[in-house]
């Protein structure tokens, strides 16, 4: 793993290559844009996340605009992920939803299209029709992976059985699932069966968003010591030795430099089970595990 840059990138199941590494753009808002971008891409990052539900792809397509027509950067060199929101769920909200986000990043295609949760807005989460109108997202997903809009296409905060559910429909299986996963939530049943079905795990809130129990954990800093690292970049570099993505995210430029410094060391095996032992099924954010 030694050998991994920042500009290292997975094969998906349909041979795209994604980065293992770019930049989380959840909560940032549209003045840091921009300084934000700047910074990641200076740095080095190739890859950006974002999501309708951000209300920051605007924002994004302006920089992404400026840097295409100046030069300093081409479209094929970027890997840009959107999502569909849980307004945007159902086969013609879903072709919508991605047609706005494209025209709001100002791009003609995504790498990478997820749908951003398995529930539906205005449903309850244990309300049944949430799988027939799930089916029907991903319905749309297909059309607009067969019309090339999208390279890729996925699902984000899907459990075992919301994938089960939808390999009994789908035509083509999700290329990536994005989900919150860490030592302290370290879903071993679901990075398996991912992986198992060609399925690319991406990390969110690979940080715990700086939860001061996580960060104070004495395993983490007394491994992030020794290998003279921070606790952060000790948390991405056990996703990336686990062949799971990360996209940290961070508003300042010496955070999102150090986040990108993670490719000159390694985990020790004995390490990764020490960290790997943390799990306590800590999860930062919402539960998905509720939605029927």
């Known amino acids: 793993m030694s050998h991994l840059t920042i500009r290292s990138t997975i094969a998906l199941s349909n041979g795209v290559a994604m980065p293992l590494f770019g930049l989380g753009t959840y909560q940032v808002m549209v003045a840091d844009i921009k300084k934000t971008l700047l910074s990641a891409l200076d740095t080095g990052y190739i890859a950006i996340d974002t999501a309708s539900s951000y209300r920051n792809e605007e924002a994004i397509g302006n920089v992404l605009k400026e840097l295409f027509s100046s030069g300093r950067v081409k479209r094929e060199d970027l890997f840009i992920t959107t999502k569909a929101s849980t307004s945007e769920h159902g086969y013609e909200k879903a072709m919508a939803g991605c047609e706005g986000s494209l025209k709001r990043l100002g791009l003609d295609y995504l790498d990478l299209y997820l749908i951003h949760w398995p529930g539906v807005a205005g449903n309850q989460p244990s309300a049944p029709i949430n799988s ?98 921070t606790p952060a970049q000790v948390l991405l570099r056990w996703a990336i030795q686990k062949n799971v993505i990360v996209i940290p995210k961070s508003i300042k430029e010496e955070r999102i430099k150090e986040n990108a410094n993670i490719f000159d060391f390694v985990i020790s095996d004995q390490d990764m089970l020490a960290l790997d032992g943390l799990n306590c099924d800590r999860r930062i954010c919402w539960n998905p595990y509720t939605v029927a």
């Open 132 to 229: 027939t109108i799930r089916a029907e997202t991903w319905r749309a997903f297909e059309t607009l992976y067969e019309q090339k809009k999208c390279r890729s296409i996925g699902v984000s905060n899907y459990t075992v059985a919301h994938l089960e559910e939808l390999f009994k429909h789908c035509k083509v299986k999700p290329h990536v699932n994005q989900v919150e996963f860490h030592p302290f939530l370290y879903n071993k049943d679901l990075l398996a069966f991912c992986q198992g079905n060609g399925i690319a795990l991406e990390a969110y809130s690979s940080l715990v968003r700086a939860d001061k129990d996580s960060f104070q954990d004495k395993v983490l800093t007394g491994i992030a010591t020794t290998l003279n690292k």
